[in-house]
Every structure is written in structure tokens, then in C-alpha cells.
């Protein structure tokens, strides 16, 4: 689209609201043309701020911080990690420190770097997220209290809770600090690691691009990507409507788009330039090519030098637990070394559901890990073949920890899917929960202690058993409907 297209769509499309009918704002803010003009008028505003602080990486508060990390962000401001901090967690009167989600990574990328900046946007309203405002500063004093009772550092402060003042009012501030302590003590009751802190962890709500930090503390930077606009604005050209948040609710209005398709350099381009009728089009093409290719990719395994020399994709062990959590792709072939390694390996979204039989028979061969291929769906709607499928998988596993009671070290499980997050997740929780009950000890191998374990579990121990699987996955976060299909599988 030339300029004097722009200029001329433009001058019919974006004026000034003369009213704040819903309706028609609704309409506005949920336009992917005026969405994706103001996300890229956003992430300037980022990339500005990382910038003017280069020694601290940025990271998104997902799923709507991922939208302003462009890549023109410096290669020393970017890194691996993201976090998820649940605006619903510093909702007023809902205040809570997640057990489920400690975003314990986040405070190693903090410890390693020396501080960190967290981008977030919301809506019309307020200049900052509830995340940002709220459930931050509360994980920010939890575990600078947690770290201080447990190892006498950080220094003790006379409070560790930080609010924003033009944001969070003193009364709803007071409310917030005296449930510190009892988030504290949930945390220290729980399995998960405690990070030992040295410094304590201060948020600093940034509302321009530069600002100056103490050096006793680690800074975590909260950066809200939007401006605050009451409503929808026209830009100067008059070509768009800014709206404000318009990362967040993407499932209202990008119609299949990501971040990862937007910063794409060539989409990237396409959407920009595209007319505003147009733009429709060029998302569902955009959308319909990605699928095409990721289709592909998955009927071909790819697997580097480095991944076949060492049979390991992803690999993390679960304490001394013996088993491992992984990521394949449902065509991969395991190989040799992977499958004398292990003594049983678990696909849970196989491109086909096979048993194939032990093969250690007497012969000069080694033996070969017991192989389970299932075929159970992503996301919700390989729900209810989950729960049909793990307690096979659950005996299966039996079997292996029986067969192997004379042994003095586990057995070696390795649970794998396509993205290393719900359903192997799942079924790990579960075999944690029915056959284990200290990650620095061996499973139970006899009918009779695995029974008593089934008698005796309830929902706290199932929690627990996810806080050992965060302390080795610091990103792991299956979802609720799993969880709740693990608990109606083991107790029923």
C-alpha cells in the first residue's frame, strides 16, 4: 500500500470517537488492523526501554507480553525464559501466591543476569496489568521472606512488599501485606526449592525509559508495552485506532495469528503493508501456510548430529526419581541407545498406539526398553482419551517397577509428546503419585505398597508431586482439565 493509500484509507477510516457506545468500541478494539498498527507502535516503546537498560534481559508475561518482543531487541536483552504470572492473582479480594506456577526460572535468569524487565500490557482502564501491579510485587516479597526464613538472607527489610501507590491504594496495599505471611509458609511447607536469595527482589513499575536502581537489590522491571487511552484513538495519520492491550484476548481478533507469525520478517511485512480489506485474507493465508509447513515438519522427524549421537531430545530427570520427561515428535523412531537406556519409554501422542513386546530374552543381545506408543490428542480434546488410557499406561509401569524389585537402582522411564507440556506432564504426575513418595527415593515395587499408596492419596499429594516436577521443569504448567482427569483416574 503506497502512502497516499494509507493517507486516503486512513482519512475515511480512523477520527476521533464522538461517543463511547459499546458497540462500536468493541468493534474497534477487536480489529485486527487497528490491533496489530498498535502492537507495532508498542514494541518501539519496548525496544527503547531495552535499549536504555542492555545488562537486563527482557522476558514476556505470557500469553499477551509476547506480542511487543520484536526482533530488533538487542541479542544481549533477549532470552529463553518467560513467565506467567495470572492477572486473576492480583485481582482485589483473589490476591494468591500460585504453588502451581512459582516461576522459579525467572529467579535463576534474575540470580544469573542481576535483574530482569517483564513486559505485560492490558486494556483501557489502568496504566498497569494486575500482573504487573499486583501478583509481581506479591511473588517478589514471598520469596525474598521464604528465601530470608530459610537462610537468613536477604537482609531483613521492614516490609518486602512493593505496590505501585498510583495503582494499588494503601488500604487494598494492607490487605495484600498481611497474607504475605501465610503464602510464606505455603511455600516453605511445600516440595519446591526455595531459592536462596542473596539480594531481595524489588519491582520497579517503569513509566519512562530510564530509571536508576540501587545495587543491594535485584530489580525486577515491570514495563506495561501500551499507553493508557480511555478509548480507542486515531493515530496521527489517522490510518488506525490505537487501541490499548491489544496483545491481550487474542483469541477475539487474531484469527489464528501469533507472535511468533507476526515478528516473522517476511509476514511481518505482508501484515503491515496489506490494506485494511485485505488484511483478512493475508492472516488466513499466513495462518493456513503455517499449518501446511508445521504439518510437514511433522511427518518428517528431525532430528540433528548432536540429538542422534546422544539418544537424549530435552531430556530432564525428575530428582533421583529415575524417570525423565521429554519432547518427540509423534513420527520420531527412538534409537538403539534411547531404547538401551531406558527400561520403558512412554510416546503419549504417537502417530500410532503400539505395545511392543520386551525383548530381553536369552540372548547375547541387550536387553531393549519396553516401548508404549499412544495415541492420545493435544489439548482438550485428548481429554477423555486420557483418562482412558492411563491406567494401561499406569499398569505398564507396574510392571516395569515389580520386574525389577531385586534391583538396588530405578528403573529408567522416559515420558515424552509432541510439546513437553500436558500430557506428559500428566501421566508423569501420575506415576509420581501412585508409585512414589520422596523424589530422592525408589519407587514402590510391591502390590501391596502401591495399594496402600491408591488408599491413602489425595488432591495435596498430587500438588506435591507437580512441586517436585516444577524443581527439575521450572516451566512446567499443565492445565487444570488434566489435572483433574489424573485425580478422577487415581482416586476415582
Known amino acids: 500500500m503506497t ?15 464522538r461517543s463511547d457506545d459499546r458497540k462500536v468500541v468493541r468493534k474497534l478494539e477487536r480489529d485486527p488492523w ?16 531495552a535499549e536504555a537498560l542492555p545488562e537486563l534481559p527482557i522476558i514476556a508475561n505470557l500469553r499477551c507480553g509476547a506480542w511487543y518482543l520484536s526482533p530488533e531487541l538487542p541479542q544481549i536483552s533477549r532470552a529463553s525464559t518467560y513467565c506467567y504470572f495470572k492477572s486473576t492473582d492480583g485481582h482485589a479480594g483473589e490476591w494468591s501466591f500460585s504453588l502451581k ?44 521472606e521464604a528465601s530470608r526464613r530459610r537462610y537468613s538472607s536477604p537482609a531483613h527489610h521492614q516490609s518486602f512488599l512493593r505496590t505501585p501507590a498510583h495503582q494499588v491504594p494503601p488500604s487494598e496495599h494492607a490487605q495484600i501485606e498481611a497474607r504475605i505471611g501465610a503464602w510464606v509458609e505455603a511455600v516453605l511447607a511445600s516440595d519446591l526449592p526455595v531459592p536462596h536469595l542473596t539480594r531481595p527482589l524489588v519491582p520497579f513499575f517503569l513509566t519512562r525509559p530510564r530509571y536508576s536502581f540501587a545495587d543491594d537489590c535485584h530489580p525486577v522491571v515491570v514495563l506495561s508495552a501500551s499507553r493508557r487511552v480511555d478509548l480507542p484513538t486515531p493515530d496521527p495519520t489517522g490510518t488506525y485506532y490505537y487501541t490499548q492491550g491489544s496483545g491481550d484476548d487474542e483469541e477475539l481478533w487474531s484469527f489464528g495469528l501469533t507472535p511468533e507469525l507476526f515478528w516473522d520478517r517476511v509476514n511481518h511485512q505482508r501484515l503491515l503493508q496489506s490494506t485494511r480489506q485485505d488484511l ?15 504439518a510437514e515438519d511433522n511427518q518428517t522427524p528431525k532430528v540433528d548430529d548432536a540429538e542422534a549421537s546422544s539418544g537424549s531430545v530435552c531430556d530432564v530427570a525428575i530428582g533421583a526419581t529415575g ?35 520386551v525383548t530381553h530374552e536369552k540372548t547375547c543381545e541387550p536387553k531393549e526398553a519396553l516401548l508404549l506408543r499412544r495415541r492420545i490428542p493435544q489439548g482438550k480434546k485428548g481429554l477423555r482419551v486420557l483418562q482412558e488410557e492411563l491406567p494401561s499406561i499406569l499398569t505398564f509401569v507396574q510392571v516395569v517397577f515389580i520386574g525389577s524389585a531385586s534391583s538396588t537402582s530405578s528403573p529408567r522411564i522416559l515420558i515424552v509428546d509432541s510439546t513437553q507440556k500436558d500430557l506428559c506432564l500428566s501421566v508423569l504426575i501420575a506415576i509420581l503419585s501412585l508409585y512414589y513418595n520422596s523424589p530422592t527415593q525408589p519407587p514402590l515395587r510391591t502390590l501391596e505398597e502401591v495399594e496402600h499408596q491408591k ?38
Open 3 to 17: 502512502q497516499d493509500e494509507s493517507a486516503s484509507s486512513g482519512s475515511l477510516y480512523a477520527s476521533l470517537l
Open 34 to 49: 487497528n490491533r496489530l498498527r498498535s502492537i507495532a507502535e508498542d514494541s518501539q516503546w519496548v525496544l527503547r526501554v
Open 101 to 144: 506456577r512459582p516461576n522459579l526460572d525467572v529467579v535463576r535468569l534474575i540470580q544469573q543476569r542481576g535483574g530482569v524487565i517483564i513486559t505485560d500490557s492490558t486494556r483501557r482502564g489502568k496504566s498497569l496489568p494486575d500482573a504487573l501491579s499486583k501478583t509481581i510485587p506479591i511473588w517478589c516479597a514471598v520469596l525474598n
Open 280 to 294: 483478512p485474507r493475508v492472516i488466513e493465508e499466513v495462518v493456513r501456510s503455517s499449518k501446511l509447513i508445521e
Open 323 to 357: 524417570l525423565f520427561c521429554g519432547r518427540r515428535q509423534p513420527t520420531y523412531a527412538f534409537t538403539a541407545k534411547e531404547k538401551a537406556f531406558f527400561d520403558l519409554i512412554i510416546h503419549c501422542d504417537a502417530e500410532q498406539s503400539s505395545d511392543d513386546p
Open 455 to 492: 488408599q491413602s492419596l489425595t488432591k495435596d499429594d498430587v500438588r506435591r508431586r507437580l512441586q517436585w516436577v516444577v524443581g527439575s521443569i521450572p516451566q512446567a504448567n499443565p492445565s487444570r482439565s488434566h489435572l483433574l482427569r489424573v485425580n478422577e483416574v487415581l482416586m476415582g
